[in-house]
């Protein structure tokens, strides 16, 4: 698995190194980081557990966001939705850097959901921490950039004032 490689050369090095002969070996990536820490304590398991809790905490957020907003049956079955993907199904069990974005992608928009109902600034520096977060994580979050960005610009325009703006950004800038 292409995922555990990157680091494990870079345990094999006692150094964070390039790897350009691996095939997506040059991204930045905090996963790997925290991969090669977690490989330190007992080999690729550990990277394993960890996309699996990932993805169970995305399900278990799925539920706690259907309960509260439209009943128990609405947040078991998207919890249910989300376990039963194919896709899950595949990556949660695998050490990949994928669940653990989707993770940071899922808070994000979560944090920007509570900002819509809760008027809390902080959900949006919330908000823009996670998005950083999932940039350092896996780079193809860029896609998932505007979406976030024409949010917080339509709370702006919303709100008409340019507050929400100065709570994002910040928050982003941090986190990347």
Known sequence: MYH???????????????TPFLRLGIQPHSAHTLFAALMLAAGDIPPQILSFATAALI???????????CGQVTGLFAAALWAGSPVVLAL????????????FAFASIYALTNYATTQQRV??????????????????????????????VWFAIKETRVQPLGFAVPGLAGAA
């Open 123 to 152: 959900c949006l520096f919330v908000s823009g921490a996670f998005v950083g977060f999932a940039l350092s994580t896996w780079l193809w979050v860029l896609l998932f950039l505007p979406l976030v960005a024409l949010s917080v």
């Open 92 to 103: 949660a069990p695998v050490a990949s850097y994928h669940m653990i974005a989707s993770l």
């Open 59 to 69: 399900g278990i957020g799925l539920y706690g966001w259907g309960q509260r907003a």
């Open 4 to 18: 555990l490689a990157a680091p494990k050369i870079w345990l094999q090095a006692h150094a964070v190194i390039a």
